[in-house]
Every structure is written in structure tokens, then in C-alpha cells.
């Protein structure tokens, strides 16, 4: 199996993490951002989206992100990470949505506009509006969380990895957030997993004031 895309991209981190979780084993293969290599046509004959992360699996090409752990969960997971039940799926894959509709498009806009942009071109008014919706949604989940250990239940599932891996990001890169207390708990919970350690919780300097991609 092969993984394509740099590290520092949050999208190909959490297939990463994920993999770990699994215990499979993959070839990473860099690419994007400094690595470059997109907008080859052999690229584009992979991902017509010219983007990252893309999973090969043998003859299968599977590209997005939230598609990829879908893919995995249904093929490699077993009963823990996916079952054949619609409506019990339903529990954890409204995470994977809301994260990547609501909760991931504010985090990118704090992100690309305060750590992304040099301090002379900040727009402060337009990283605080989304650190607002951020915020917003930090008390959604921490009322969500006094009820149970994981988004939704006493077990981890794809709704934790996917909401899970925007919190270091939003906490470490310089604006002040203050995680809620079940949230802070949570978080607890997953740093101690090996596979966010390594993956969520890297060096992403990198980027600091970095526009293009
Ligand atoms: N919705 C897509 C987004 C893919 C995406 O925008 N990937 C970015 C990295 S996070 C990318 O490939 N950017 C070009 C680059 O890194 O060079 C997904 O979740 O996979």
C-alpha cells in the first residue's frame, strides 16, 4: 500500500494516524508543497484533483481524505472501526462531515490566515471571525463530550480521528484557545495515542508564512 503526501498536510496526517491505528504497513511517499510532483500528468492520471492525500492499494486508487479512512475502516478495520449497520455508522460519519464542512473550513481560514500569511499582510479581522466559529465549535463538542469518553461512545472511531486531528493544529499555532474541560480531557485521550503523537502532533514550522502551498 502507498500513502502520497507531504507530512505537514492535515488532510494526508490523518490517514496516517489512522494507518497506524491499523497496524498496517504502507510506503509514505512525500509529496506536494516543497516536495512538488502534483501537476504531472502520471499524477493526474491518479488524482484528476491534483491533490493530497492519495491512497494506491494494490490496483485500487482512492482519493479525499475522509474517503480514504472509509476505505480502510470498511477493508481493513474489522467490527472495531466500521460495521455493516447504516444507522450505527451514521453516529460517527456526521463527525467526518460536520469536521470536514464546518469545523475544518474555519480552522484552515485561522490557519492560512494568521500562521500561513507574513504578520504584515494579516487580515486579524477575518482570522478572529473564524477563530469565533472555532471557538463555537469547541463548546459544541465539550457539551457533547460530559456525556462520553469519545464523540460518540466509550470507543474511538473515525468522528475522533477526524474533529481529533484539527485540535493540536488550532491550539500550538499561536493564537490563544483554551480547550474546554471536556475537550482538554479528550485531547488528553488521544495524544496518548501513538499514531497522533508521531502524525498530528509533528513539526509543521514549515509553513510559517508560507503561502504557496
Ligand atoms: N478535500 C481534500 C482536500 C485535499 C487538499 O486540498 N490537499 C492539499 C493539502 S491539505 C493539497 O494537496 N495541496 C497541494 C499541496 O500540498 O501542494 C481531502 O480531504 O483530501
Known sequence: MKIYGRATSFNVQKVLWFLDELDISYEHIELGGRFGGLDTGEFARLNPMKKVP???????II?????????LAASYGGSQWYTDNAYERSLYERWMDWSHLI???????TFWGYYRTPTSKRDMAKVNYELKTCLE????????LSKSEYLTGQSITLGDICVGSVI?????????VELPF?????????????GYKKWIMSDYSELKGREAY
Open 168 to 176: 493540536y493544529r488550532l491550539i500550538s499555532q499561536g493564537l490563544t
Open 182 to 194: 471536556n475537550v482538554a480531557q479528550w485531547y488528553e485521550t488521544l495524544k496518548s495515542r501513538d
Open 137 to 144: 465549535c469547541l463548546n459544541t463538542l465539550n457539551e457533547v
Open 63 to 71: 482519493w479525499e481524505s475522509h474517503t480514504i479512512l472509509r476505505y
Open 54 to 60: 492519495l491512497l494506491v492499494d494494490g490496483d485500487k
Open 103 to 109: 469545523f475544518q473550513p474555519a480552522f484552515m481560514g
